[in-house]
T-cell receptor
Framework: EAQVTQNPRYLITVTGKKLTVTCSQNMNHEYMSWYRQDPGLGLRQIYYSMNVEVTDKGDVPEGYKVSRKEKRNFPLILESPSPNQTSLYFC????????????FGPGTRLLVL | AQSVTQLGSHVSVSEGALVLLRCNYSSSVPPYLFWYVQYPNQGLQLLLKYTTGATLVKGINGFEAEFKKSETSFHLTKPSAHMSDAAEYFCAVTLDNYGQNFVFGPGTRLSVLP
């Protein structure tokens, strides 16, 4: 089954404790991205990657890092989480240019105390 | 810069009534347009999209949307609401092939009343 998986689905942590949210897709998509969803703001793009070792900032990259060492994986790293990073996070991968369709993971709900 | 507005953060309709969710975008060139649906505790699912060709687009679950360039709009409609349509709906736009500048609207929560 074609899918995007994220882990963990729920995470409670404390300020300053480094964490990683994993994202993996099995559709051989080149393009992947991370979003955060906050009430009344919709989804805002954090980072995106057009291929292995190619990443770039989205609209709200501060406080986040990403890496793309393999085509299928695109982890999101919070080196020193802060309470304002409490949010719902989605990973997405995009099909070929003719389709322009993003496939979303199930989301990771993060609470930073 | 692109932006997307969705009129009404919360819309309520009765079961069997028409559903109309509004989306307007600002863009200097015609963008690619999308509607996504999010059910509680789930990720986003594509409802329909406009890339090129026919401006009236049909999607899943009986939804459709019409791209009107002159009005910079892409409103989502369904003739008859069902209880299972209760969810949050997001309009999104992008100008490029791979969507590195996907911009989402703030979302509209649809409630369906019995």
């Amino acid at each position: 089954e074609a899918q995007v998986t994220q882990n963990p689905r729920y995470l409670i942590t404390v300020t300053g404790k480094k964490l990683t949210v994993t994202c993996s897709q099995n559709m051989n998509h080149e393009y992947m991205s991370w979003y955060r969803q906050d009430p009344g703001l919709g989804l805002r793009q954090i980072y995106y990657s057009m291929n292995v070792e190619v990443t770039d900032k989205g609209d709200v990259p501060e406080g986040y890092k990403v890496s793309r060492k393999e085509k299928r994986n695109f982890p999101l790293i919070l080196e020193s989480p802060s309470p304002n990073q409490t949010s719902l996070y989605f990973c997405a991968s995009t099909s070929g240019s003719a389709q322009k369709t993003q496939y979303f993971g199930p989301g990771t709900r993060l609470l930073v105390l | 810069a692109q932006s997307v507005t969705q009129l009404g953060s919360h819309v309520s309709v009765s079961e069997g009534a028409l559903v109309l969710l509004r989306c307007n975008y600002s863009s200097s060139v015609p963008p690619y347009l999308f509607w996504y649906v999010q059910y509680p505790n789930q990720g986003l699912q594509l409802l329909l999209k406009y890339t090129t060709g026919a401006t009236l687009v049909k999607g899943i679950n009986g939804f459709e949307a019409e791209f009107k360039k002159s009005e910079t709009s892409f409103h989502l409609t369904k003739p008859s609401a069902h209880m299972s349509d209760a969810a949050e709906y997001f309009c999104a736009v992008t100008l490029d092939n791979y969507g590195q500048n996907f911009v989402f609207g703030p979302g509209t929560r649809l409630s369906v009343l019995p």
